[in-house]
Every structure is written in C-alpha cells, then in structure tokens.
C-alpha cells in the first residue's frame, strides 16, 4: 500500500477516535477537556506522528511542545510553559538537523565552483553553477545562483537559515525535463524560471509556505519538476 495510502488510513481512524473521544467528554468522563482542547490534542498527534514518519525534526518537536502547553494543567508542566518548551523545541530542532541532516533520494554532487565567483555559500555571495546535477545552498547568510549550461537533469536547493535566489533563465534541461529537490528550513528560497515552462510542484510544508506568483505554462516544451519540503520556511516562485 501507498504510503499516502497510509497517510490517510490514519487520519481517518485519528478523526475517528476524536469523534468518539468528543461524545465520550460530553457525557461528562473526560472532565477538564474542553471541546477545543481534543479537538487541537487530535490534530496535533496526528501532526506529530506525521512528522515522525517524515522524519520532520521540527515538526514531531514543535507539535510536541504545543501539546504540552496546551494539556499542562493536565500534566502538571505548567512550569515549562510556554516560552521554555517552545524554545527547547526550537533549540532541539536545530540540534538534530545539524546532527542528521535530511538525506535527499539521490547523492547531490559537490557544489561546482566558479573561478571569479568561488566562496562559502553561508556569506553573501553570486555564483554561476552548471553541470548534469547541480547543488546550491544557503546556511546563515544571503546566495544568489545563476544557473547555467546544457543537459542539466537533477538540481538540488538547500536553505536553512539563510536566503537563496536561483535563477534559471539560461538553464537548458537534459530531454527538457529536469527535477529539482528543495529542502527549506528556517530560511526563505525564490526560484525565478521562465514563463513558458512548465512547472509542477510537489513540496511538502510543515509550518512552512509556498506561493507562485503566476502560473507557467502548462503545455509548455520545458517541464521543471519541484519536490521536498519546507519547515518553517518559505518558497516563492516566479515566473519571469
């Protein structure tokens, strides 16, 4: 079975249980749970247990914290909320991602380098990246990235804390067709590509955001696939 087979599977028996756990704190057996408080414990569970198959570090840590804030009565933990455990969530969820960074589905290249151009991504820097597959990022500081060259095929696009800018005007895509994997935590990514591609997406957001600020052209000859994630983030495309 599909994994979104599963996803849904469990949502559906989730919402089940809450329905049965709302009429159940109606008939007065689950005294200091309010409608509202089942109604965000069961949503957040379902968020936690989500991210944990995802393997979302933000995600299980930030739906945890908030389950606790708002059952602290409950669990006598009023002390560590709700600054303290939202910021041992947030302290958390950097520490983990540092320790063991999320895995993309094939092995990204090294980044290319740039003669005029060379530098550490996490400083405020301009480079033009080419090659078949092709690695750009940003960590605590402020990229641009021109992509350039022929028989391009995979591009991979990290942002964690940082802002990157990817620009894909002279980017010519192997068979016209290229993926493109981003992962954005923390941080802010804009993709700039042509209006006549066409541009499918299939991004992830926990606690996070995407917006196009126009569509491209569905029929068009180019085709960019976009997959991954965005946690605390956000990913804005423009069609230019």
Not at 7 to 19: S, V
Not at 29 to 42: A, P
Not at 58 to 67: P, R, T
Request: hydrophobic share 45%.
């Amino acid at each position: 079975m599909h994994k979104r087979q599963h996803k849904k599977i469990f949502w559906g028996i989730l919402f089940l249980l809450g329905a049965a756990a709302l009429l159940i704190g109606g008939l007065g057996h689950l005294e200091g749970f309010s409608f509202w408080t089942i109604l965000l414990s069961i949503a957040l569970l379902g968020c936690l247990v989500d991210g944990i198959l995802d393997r979302s570090f933000g995600q299980i840590l930030f739906s945890l914290a908030i389950l606790i804030i708002i059952n602290d009565d409950f669990l006598h933990l009023e002390a560590i909320t709700p600054w303290p455990v939202l910021g041992a969530a947030l302290l958390g969820t950097l520490g983990l991602n540092i320790i063991f960074p999320k895995r993309s589905g094939y092995k990204t290249p090294p980044l290319p380098h740039h003669p005029k151009n060379a530098g550490f991504s996490g400083r405020n820097t301009q480079e033009f990246v080419s090659g078949e597959e092709i690695r750009c990022e940003s960590a605590f500081g402020y990229a641009v990235k021109y992509i350039v060259g022929r028989d391009i095929s995979r591009v991979f696009l990290e942002s964690s804390f940082g802002n990157l800018e990817v620009y894909f005007n002279d980017a010519v895509f192997k068979d016209n067709r290229a993926n493109a994997l981003i992962e954005c935590s923390f941080g802010n990514m804009e993709l700039f590509v042509p209006a006549d591609w066409n541009v499918i997406t299939n991004i992830k957001r926990s606690f996070g955001s995407m917006e196009e600020s126009e569509y491209g052209n569905p029929n068009g000859a180019v085709t960019l696939f976009l997959e991954g994630s965005v946690s605390f983030g956000h990913v804005e495309i423009h069609h230019i």
